[in-house]
């Protein structure tokens, strides 16, 4: 069974600073892996996607890595503003075709 | 706009009754798909329908049932509503099995 874990479950930063969220699943075999953001009382956002073949997708100043061998997802925020703030939700899309979630990290960046 | 389209977004239900939640996508994905979110427990899925004509358990299908009315259209059903029921519904779809999906804004219901 798929198993998603995110670590931090919160992080808080001065505006400015560099920071990882990571992600870490169970089974490696996967067709992708998104990251999503979700603002309080809201629904979800897509940040990125990375198909299973690929290693990292950039989108402004985010940027996610996929390490399918080791079963480990990193997004990158570089220069984080408080506009950031929000929950970071990765989830991996398997043979199922279903969608399994990690429970998120709270992002909050102080100004 | 395209997207993903939930009604309704909030409600408050009586213990025991019923009510069905609607889902609408104008973006021609073939999967649909619904999840619950609760604090603690992430978002998990309830339901979801693959195809036109096809719908399957998710993690937590107990006490709901689903119709997959046309490609657009996927709702989810509360026969007899329970506290325990009380939670945040996401409708998402996808196109195919290596894209990723689209999230409705949810509906916050309340079973009292």
């Known amino acids: 069974k798929q198993e998603v874990t995110q670590i931090p479950a919160a992080l808080s930063v001065p505006e400015g600073e560099n920071l990882v969220l990571n992600c870490s699943f169970t089974?490696?075999?996967?067709?992708?892996l998104q990251w999503f953001r979700q603002d309080p009382g809201k629904g979800l956002t897509s940040l990125l996607l990375i198909q299973s073949s690929q290693r990292e997708q950039t989108s402004g100043r985010l940027n996610a890595s996929l390490d399918k061998s080791s079963g480990r997802s990193t997004l990158y925020i570089a220069a984080s503003q408080p506009g950031d703030s929000a929950t970071y939700l990765c989830?991996?899309?398997?043979?199922?075709?279903?969608?399994?979630f990690g429970q998120g990290t709270t992002l909050q960046v102080k100004p | 706009n395209a997207g993903v389209t939930q009604t309704p977004k909030f409600q408050v239900l009586k213990t025991g009754q019923s009510m069905t939640l609607q889902c609408a996508q104008d973006?021609?994905?073939?999967?649909m798909y619904w999840y619950r979110q609760d604090p603690g427990m992430g978002l998990r899925l309830i339901y979801y329908s693959a195809s036109e004509g096809t719908t399957d358990k998710g993690e937590v299908p107990n006490g709901y049932n689903v119709s997959r009315l046309n490609k657009r259209e996927f709702s989810l059903r509360l026969e007899s509503a329970a506290p325990s029921q009380t939670s945040v519904y996401f409708c998402?779809?996808?196109?195919?099995?290596?894209?990723?999906?689209?999230f409705g804004s949810g509906t916050r219901l309340t079973v009292v």
């Open positions: 973006m021609n994905h073939n999967s």
């Open positions: 089974d490696s075999a996967i067709y992708n």
């Open positions: 989830a991996v899309k398997g043979n199922t075709g279903k969608l399994i």
């Open positions: 998402a779809s996808s196109e195919a099995q290596g894209l990723g999906y689209t």
